[in-house]
């Protein structure tokens, strides 16, 4: 069965650190470009970061700039996301998916293979 599945989410403090993970089962992402995108409660679902297949490029949402950083270890079949300084506002439920490239705009119309998201939420 092919799917994408993301881990590693939870209830962190505002300031904390959480890493994500997307592993890819049935098929291999080193040909992909994956996205990470995230839809808090009542808004639209929203980009967050992206890499290339190679792993040269890398895009971030001005919000999360700084803050978050996106690796590939196409050996273990993984994206990861680390995601530091976190705020109440980064509290979303967060989804991987392939995309042919990675733009700077990380828009979900690039994205067609979505796994069923992680919920992260930031909270004292």
């Known amino acids: 069965q092919l799917q994408l599945v993301e881990s590693g989410g939870g209830l962190v403090q505002p300031g904390g650190s959480l890493r994500l993970s997307c592993t890819a089962s049935g098929f291999t992402l080193d040909s992909d470009a994956i996205g990470w995108f995230r839809q808090a409660p009542g808004k639209e679902r929203e980009g967050v970061s992206c890499?290339?297949?190679?792993?040269?490029?890398?895009n971030y949402a001005m919000s999360v700039k700084g803050r978050f950083t996106i690796s590939r270890d196409n050996a273990k079949n993984t994206i990861n996301l680390q995601m530091n300084s976190l705020k109440p506002e980064d509290t979303a439920v967060y989804y991987c998916?392939?995309?042919?490239?990675?733009?700077?705009?990380?828009?979900?119309?690039?994205?067609?293979?979505w796994g069923q998201g992680t919920q992260v939420t930031v909270s004292s």
């Open positions: 998916a392939l995309g042919a490239y990675c733009s700077a705009y990380v828009a979900r119309y690039e994205y067609e293979f």
């Open positions: 890499i290339s297949s190679s792993g040269s490029i890398a």
